[in-house]
């Protein structure tokens, strides 16, 4: 294990800031993780926001888990410039959430991690992400583990 993160979403704070008009907080979401969200709340009768919230605790969980894998390095990203749109929080077919890194993000992650030496002859370990979101209350909470594999 090389991190371990934890956030947790107030959902109907949450759903407010999206509703505001002229937010830009769906920009933090891909495309991929918006109709993902849209459709699970079609087929669950709930809202979008709880899910979004869920895949936001979530995201925050891997800035969290990196940065704890880095000690005390500086992080890759700021508050300003973490591109959260490229941190994707999917689904797989069974509804378990995966961590799908965009390609700078991962490079990133791995140049950071220093683990991971690109070109390197020796073979690396591969970074995984462990995921798990719930939803309770009106809270959406997320756990997420870096590991090296």
Not at 9 to 16: I, L
Not at 49 to 54: K, W
Not at 71 to 92: N, R
């Amino acid at each position: 294990m090389l991190g371990i993160g934890h956030d947790v979403v107030d959902v109907r704070a949450f759903g407010e800031q999206l509703d505001t008009p002229g937010t830009r907080m769906r920009a933090l979401f891909s495309a991929r993780e918006l109709r993902q969200a849209r459709m699970r709340a079609e087929l669950k009768h709930d809202g979008e926001a709880v899910h979004l919230a869920g895949k936001w605790a979530a995201k925050e969980a891997v800035v969290k888990a990196w940065c704890a894998a880095l000690g005390s390095a500086t992080p890759p990203y700021s508050l300003d410039d973490t591109p959260w749109a490229a941190i994707e929080v999917l689904a797989e077919a069974n509804g378990c959430p995966r961590v799908v890194l965009g390609a700078d993000v991962e490079r990133r992650l791995r140049a950071s991690v220093g683990r991971y030496v690109v070109g390197d002859a020796e073979p690396q370990p591969e970074p995984q992400w462990f995921v798990s979101i719930a939803h309770d209350g009106g809270i959406a909470s997320a756990t997420v583990i870096l590991c090296a594999q």
